[in-house]
């Protein structure tokens, strides 16, 4: 036996996981402005000033991003955005372990970031979202 499940409910649904994103995110920054020293630990990436700082600053941008996906999550330009940041963060955790920047442990964030996107280009490609 399959439910069917209408195309308000699916957009209801995908307006619900891209908001799930939005709120991850938006934590996660707060926790890179509040403790950055750790989050450059858990990553393996235990290195000197200036990174605390830098952490810091990435981690408002996240919170931003994630605060607006939060809020807009119907709007297909805030998916579309949403999109290209987490595409952007998994290319740059990616390349951080490539260069060794990072230790291996560091792909779990990305990983999330990595789901996020295919869900987020999902949503786009079903066209859920106000059309602005």
Request: net charge positive; glycine share 10%; hydrophobic share 50%.
């Amino acid at each position: 036996m399959t439910a069917h499940v209408s195309a308000a409910e699916t957009t209801i649904a995908q307006t619900a996981v891209a908001r799930a994103i939005g709120a991850t995110t938006l934590m996660s920054g707060l926790g890179l402005v509040v403790a950055p020293r750790t989050a450059l630990r858990l990553m393996g990436a235990d290195t000197p000033d200036p990174a605390p700082l830098l952490y810091r600053v990435v981690g408002m941008f996240m919170t931003v991003s994630g605060g607006l996906l939060l809020d807009g999550a119907e709007q297909r330009v805030v998916l579309r955005w949403s999109l290209a940041q987490k595409s952007g963060a998994v290319a740059g955790v990616g390349l951080g372990v490539l260069r060794r920047d990072y230790r291996k442990r560091a792909l779990l964030v990305a990983s999330f970031d990595a789901v996020s996107a295919v869900a987020l280009a999902r949503m786009l490609s079903k066209g859920s979202g106000s059309p602005s």
